[in-house]
């Protein structure tokens, strides 16, 4: 039988992901996976619309994203940018290539247009054979703020992009959540699903967003499928990025058991039925047995297609297909 299935993703490890998802079910010959993806990176500069993590996800997939860098086109210029720099336009510390910024006026026309979120990435999905299928989390604008100390805010793209995550945050928000509402078909396809996985991404601010918006956790406490989720922590640490300085802000200790913790088991009221756990972090086994996830031991690191192929396998097989 194949497996319907599902995927939260967001950022560069859940593009990674979202290749060898893509690649298991080829494999397998079952029906392309639905892809929620992360929407609270998303901001307005210089009048556009940008939304990074479906970007990144999109030209990952399609084979066009600069794979040194982790996030742009591949071979992009960056002409129009040095003169918005010139204009004092934009972020000077903010990069925005030229290919990279067709796509953003692209989007910004269409809803301009009216049409939603939604509908533009779907128009976006039709250029290129993307193999799965992308909702972004909402139709909202929920944009991700980092708060500070003095009651400072600013965007998390300043924060993470500008200050490299130096600035300690207190906690992260996302203004108008609370009216947010998930995106048309993102519950209809975690409640038929037979498998949802939880990328390895940032689990505060990739995930964390997904799992905000009212209506998710609900979908996912009651769907049939079997939720497994894959460490973003690899021997006591983050794979990219600046995750381990998210998870001090929310109290969550930068170790694979933690990060399920965290998450945890649906059994009582939490997310996840399993957890795939790195090889370094085979020790931590009974620490998330206790929690009532079911671990999984694995190679984990995503080095390629076929590496990250088999790392989804093996989440397909723990949750029996």
Known sequence: M????????????????????????RRRDAEPATVVVNTGDDLWL?????????????????GVNDAV???????????????????????????LGDLDLGTHLARTGWLREGLSPTAVIERMSRRWDLGVRLLPMTDAEVDTHVVLS???????????????????????????????????????????????????SNPVVSVGPI?????VRAALRETPAVVVGVSPIIGGRVVRGMADVCLAAIGVETSASAVAAHYGARSSGGLLDAWLLAEEDADLSGEVG????????????????AATADIVDTALAAAGF
């Open 69 to 95: 860098r982790g996030w742009g086109r591949a071979g992009d210029s960056e002409r129009v940018n040095h003169e918005l720099q010139e204009w004092g336009a934009g972020w000077p510390w903010f990069t």
């Open 211 to 215: 799992l905000a918006v009212p209506g």
């Open 290 to 305: 206790s929690t009532g996830i079911r671990s999984v031991v694995t190679a984990l690191w995503m080095t390629d297609a």
């Open 2 to 25: 194949s497996p319907r299935v599902v995927v939260l993703a967001g950022g560069v490890g859940g593009s990674k992901f979202t290749i060898g998802v893509r690649e298991a079910l």
């Open 150 to 200: 003095g009651g400072v805010r600013m965007h998390f793209q300043e924060w993470w992009t500008r200050h490299r995550a130096a600035l300690e945050p207190l906690a992260f928000e996302n203004p108008g959540m609370d009216a947010a509402r998930p995106a048309p078909g993102v519950a209809e396809a975690i409640a038929a699903a037979d498998v949802v996985l939880v990328a390895p």
């Open 46 to 62: 210089s009048g556009v619309r940008l939304q990074p993590d479906v970007d990144s996800i999109v030209y990952a997939l399609a």
